[in-house]
């Protein structure tokens, strides 16, 4: 039997109701758009350009109750490289094969 190496990639993803208040509780969260729909528009692009060059996207959403527990657990600060971490491990542990 041929294993087939799936090619996909995390993207931290946030919900419009969790924007701004995430947007305050990451340490980088300054050099976030202002606003939801300017985030939107530029992650969106990103997801798009990624689909469009073959690899599976996945939105890994962040969860303003729980991620904080997740970066502590994990030796993470509340930042860029702690959300793209969450998005890795996320498609990993979901297209993990036994």
């Given at each position: 039997?041929?294993?087939?190496?799936?090619?996909?990639?995390?993207?931290?993803w946030y919900r419009?109701?969790?924007?701004?208040?995430?947007?305050?509780?990451?340490?980088?969260?300054?050099?976030?758009?202002?606003?939801?729909?300017?985030?939107?528009?530029?992650?969106?692009?990103?997801?798009?350009?990624?689909?469009?060059?073959?690899?599976?996207v996945e939105k890994?959403?962040?969860?303003?109750?729980?991620?904080?527990?997740?970066?502590?657990?994990?030796?993470?600060?509340?930042?860029?490289?702690?959300?793209?971490?969450?998005?890795?491990?996320?498609v990993a542990e979901?297209?993990?094969?036994?």
């Amino acid at each position: 039997m041929t294993e087939y190496q799936v090619r996909a990639t995390g993207i931290a993803w946030y919900r419009r109701e969790d924007y701004a208040r995430l947007k305050k509780m990451f340490k980088d969260g300054r050099k976030l758009p202002d606003t939801f729909d300017k985030w939107l528009k530029d992650a969106q692009g990103i997801y798009d350009k990624l689909q469009s060059e073959g690899a599976i996207v996945e939105k890994a959403y962040i969860d303003p109750e729980t991620f904080p527990e997740w970066c502590k657990k994990n030796g993470h600060q509340l930042d860029a490289a702690a959300r793209m971490e969450y998005a890795n491990r996320y498609v990993a542990e979901k297209y993990q094969t036994h």
